[in-house]
């Protein structure tokens, strides 16, 4: 994921900084281990990473969608997707104020979810037998 001229890489369940010219990781601990700038830890590993222009979201095996305020790198809540048929996550994608979440284990393989702007979580707003959104 690049944000702000900067590529960002998902391992395990931790976000790091990865310097493309000189081909390492930016923050390595005494002993060559990644040093994490967010973790998911109780989340589960991270498969999928969107970027909103303020907010890192990340999606986890464990069916979590993580929101980390970015300019301050820190974890604000997380959802579960669960109830939103997603029952496999692969990947995630952000557009037009919608999340994509591509499930390996659907008859609709992207579900669309938006962030509601009362009650603060995800919804369905997808259906159909392939991508049909309405």
Same mark, same amino acid.
């Given at each position: 994921?690049?944000?702000?001229?900067?590529?960002?890489?998902?391992?395990?369940? #931790?976000?790091?900084?990865? #310097?493309?010219?000189?081909?390492?990781?930016?923050?390595?601990?005494?002993?060559?281990?990644?040093?994490?700038?967010?973790?998911?830890?109780?989340?589960?590993?991270?498969?999928?990473?969107?970027?909103?222009?303020?907010?890192?979201?990340?999606?986890?095996?464990?069916?979590?969608?993580?929101?980390?305020?970015?300019?301050?790198?820190?974890?604000?809540?997380?959802?579960?997707?669960?109830?939103?048929?997603?029952?496999?996550?692969?990947?995630?994608?952000?557009?037009?104020?919608?999340?994509?979440?591509? #499930?390996?284990?659907?008859?609709?393989?992207?579900?669309?979810?938006?962030?509601?702007?009362?009650?603060?979580?995800?919804?369905?707003?997808?259906?159909?037998?392939?991508?049909?959104?309405?």
């Amino acid at each position: 994921m690049a944000i702000d001229g900067k590529l960002y890489l998902a391992i395990g369940r #931790d976000v790091v900084e990865y #310097d493309i010219e000189r081909n390492q990781l930016v923050e390595v601990d005494d002993r060559g281990r990644p040093r994490p700038l967010v973790t998911t830890a109780e989340a589960g590993h991270i498969i999928g990473m969107a970027f909103d222009g303020s907010s890192l979201w990340l999606l986890t095996g464990r069916e979590k969608l993580v929101h980390v305020e970015w300019s301050t790198k820190t974890v604000m809540e997380s959802y579960d997707v669960l109830p939103f048929g997603v029952s496999q996550a692969k990947g995630l994608g952000f557009g037009a104020g919608e999340f994509f979440v591509v #499930d390996g284990n659907a008859p609709n393989l992207i579900h669309v979810l938006r962030l509601g702007t009362t009650a603060n979580k995800p919804w369905w707003r997808g259906g159909g037998p392939s991508l049909s959104c309405g």
